[in-house]
């Protein structure tokens, strides 16, 4: 009896046991099951999955690293641009050009963020123009990202992409620059401006003036190098200067003559194929030269060459309107025509020659109006703004006695005083600083026309506009702070 009893315990405590190992292992089963269900909901919400659109900061590693080509010219000061939203369907000759851009060199896509589009994004934002490291050095670069990100506080910076380097023959590229570029971009969370310039050789017009720069006598061969570039880094590029100062016969020598009509249709075409690719990216046209000059040969006056871009639609083919302007030798808030005296100057034209393109006030203002008066709604994207200054230099570049009139004191204010105008007036949406360090890249040379503007000062001190630019932007982000 005991042996039967015995041999029925065991029976029940088999039971029993099994019943638990099942019940375990459906429970463990279920909340498995569970925890897969949540972590794939998670990340297809985030978009690391790829189910949300936003934009992705990573930059492509599966294409190598070609050897180093160093530009052997710094690139002159910028004009500044504003924003518009297209309003004409393409034609069929754009169509086809952004068929041709799709055939550009495929890199590798990555999960998009949930980070807003930059071109809806229209609020003031400020940056600067950085140079990057002339030794192809990547722990230099970083040094650069390092102090606009984290020391500056800046969100924005720009960086001048010379089309001629980059593709010396046609179809053969040279990344070097630009993944080392928007590798540090990347690491520090940088939005970046590239203002895409100078048509190499191969591409120029026959008969081309090849001692300046010009547009290419194709446009195609421009938008295909522009869309190789938004291939190459997708969704990494914020937004895209067309060309700069197209005004002027040093920076758009053609055959065809300074004629507005020929840049829209560069800017045309280059429009239509970047939103095809990203329509997130920010078109700035390119931003004029403040010539105080016009006999359409040489150069056109900003304010008319404006005009004649607008009414060659302009304003269908530009999210923001690109502006230039570096103040000479008086302050921000000064308008053209009421210049106050000043009998220390040096230089006198502000004082004895009055005209617009001395102002940075009247410059703006009147940009912004005439966007206003021709129906449309864009915002001024300056490319470039700042005040020279020589007397840590002991010398400057010829045509820049200007510069002699500025104190390092006055630079800083300027540009302080320029970062709150254009904050307060409203129709400025991106504004980059000219430079951030042009200086020790150029070894302060007296020769160099962007060295007075640099804030970094000779020898590695800082002039007191880096320190103002410091507390301006921390200001602002204790301010936001909730």
């Known amino acids: 009896m005991a042996t039967v009893q015995t041999s029925m315990q065991r029976t029940r405590i088999r039971k029993q046991l099994r019943g638990f190992v099942i019940l375990w292992l459906g429970i463990t089963f279920m909340m498995g099951a569970c925890t897969f269900f949540a972590i794939f909901w998670v990340l297809g919400e985030t978009g690391i999955l790829g189910g949300a659109s936003g934009r992705n900061f990573a930059l492509p590693t599966s294409q190598p690293i070609q050897a180093a080509i160093i530009p052997t010219v710094i690139p002159t000061q910028a004009p500044v641009a504003a924003t518009s939203a297209p309003t004409n369907a393409p034609d069929s000759e754009s169509q086809a050009l952004v068929a041709q851009a799709s055939t550009a060199t495929e890199a590798p896509t990555q999960g998009p963020t949930n980070t807003p589009l930059p071109v809806s994004n229209t609020s003031f934002q400020p940056g600067i123009q950085v140079q990057h490291s002339l030794d192809m050095n990547p722990d230099n670069e970083d040094n650069w990202m390092r102090e606009v990100s984290q020391k500056l506080n800046l969100k924005w910076f720009k960086h001048q992409v010379r089309w001629e380097i980059i593709e010396p023959e046609k179809g053969e590229f040279d990344w070097s620059i630009l993944d080392m570029v928007m590798t540090s971009k990347n690491t520090f969370g940088l939005n970046i401006m590239m203002s895409i310039v100078t048509a190499p050789e191969w591409a120029r017009e026959q008969g081309a003036n090849l001692e300046k720069h010009g547009p290419p006598a194709d446009n195609a061969d421009y938008v295909n190098f522009v869309s190789e570039i938004l291939k190459r880094y997708p969704e990494q590029v914020q937004a895209i200067e067309v060309w700069n100062e197209e005004n002027i016969d040093r920076e758009w020598s053609s055959t065809r003559g300074l004629k507005a009509e020929n840049y829209i249709s560069l800017l045309k075409d280059t429009y239509t194929a970047v939103k095809a690719i ?104 300056i490319t470039e703004f700042g005040w020279a200054s020589t007397e840590d230099l002991g010398g400057f570049p010829a045509g820049f006695e200007f510069a002699n009139d500025n104190t390092l004191q006055e ?43 640099s804030i970094i000062g000779k020898d590695w001190k800082f002039r007191p506009a880096y320190d103002a630019i410091i507390k301006w932007s921390q200001e602002r982000l204790e301010a936001a702070a909730p």
């Open 411 to 453: 630079q800083s204010d300027n540009i302080i005083e320029a970062l709150d105008l254009m904050e307060e007036w409203g129709f400025v949406q991106l504004a980059f600083i000219w430079n951030f360090n042009y200086g020790p890249q150029a070894g302060w040379a007296t020769d160099n026309d962007n060295v007075p503007y």
């Open 278 to 381: 990203d329509p997130g990216v920010i078109v700035i046209s390119g931003a004029l030269s403040p010539t105080g000059f016009n006999d359409g040969v040489g150069a056109w006056d900003d304010y008319i060459y404006l005009d004649q871009l607008i009414s060659a639609g302009l304003l269908n083919y530009t999210d923001c309107v690109g502006v230039h302007h570096n103040g000479y030798n008086i302050g921000p808030n000064i308008p053209w025509d009421n210049v106050p005296p000043d009998p220390s100057a040096s230089f006198r034209g502000p004082f004895d020659n009055p005209h617009h393109s001395w102002s940075f006030y009247s410059t703006l203002q009147t940009y912004a109006n005439k966007v206003k008066m021709a129906g449309g709604d864009q915002k001024l994207c």
